[in-house]
């Protein structure tokens, strides 16, 4: 009797370790497409938004055509990057300092300012920002976690597990967003 216990807890105890390690790397994997998930949806808000947003502008913006026609560029070379992609995130970062522009070539048109659909659009398009980069940082966090669980003995017997989700990229801010801001500029 003492045999089988002893046998029980030299096979079972193992076995059950190996499967959680393996449960956590599926859990941190699932964790990872989850938050990749949320970046898109809060992305597709922005991208749905965008066009709105040209349009009202367009009514009184006559003579910024071309930040609209780069506007509409980056909108499309973002959807079209794969998700969770360098490209994708390079794109996006553009979309959004391009975005940034226009917002800033609004406060020239008091008109357009002032119009009650710009203005909802405009706190639309700044809550849908919030949530982008609460859903980035959600998935950063979720994609160091998954790195670490397959990166760290034991837990790198099951990484290729998670071959695909390691080769995701980080959500990092463009080299423009790092330098200091000069506020002589905006004086």
Known sequence: MIELI???????VP??????LYAGVIRNKNSVREALSGIDVQLKKRHDLVPNILTIAKKFMEHENEI?????????????????S??????EGMLDNLMGKLIVSVENYPQLKSDATMVQAMQTYNEVEEH???ARRFYNSALTQLRNSVMIFPGSL??????????????????????????????
């Open 158 to 187: 099951f990484a290729g597990l998670a071959t695909e989700e390691m080769q995701y990229s980080y959500f990092e801010a463009a080299e423009a967003d790092r330098a200091a801001v000069d506020a002589s500029a905006y004086l």
């Open 86 to 91: 360098k490209e994708r995130f390079e794109a």
């Open 68 to 84: 609209f026609t780069k506007v509409t560029e980056l909108r499309t070379k973002a959807m079209q990057a794969p998700s969770g």
């Open 6 to 12: 002893v046998i029980a807890v030299v096979i079972v």
């Open 15 to 20: 076995a059950m370790w190996l499967y959680s």
């Open 132 to 134: 982008i980069s609460a």
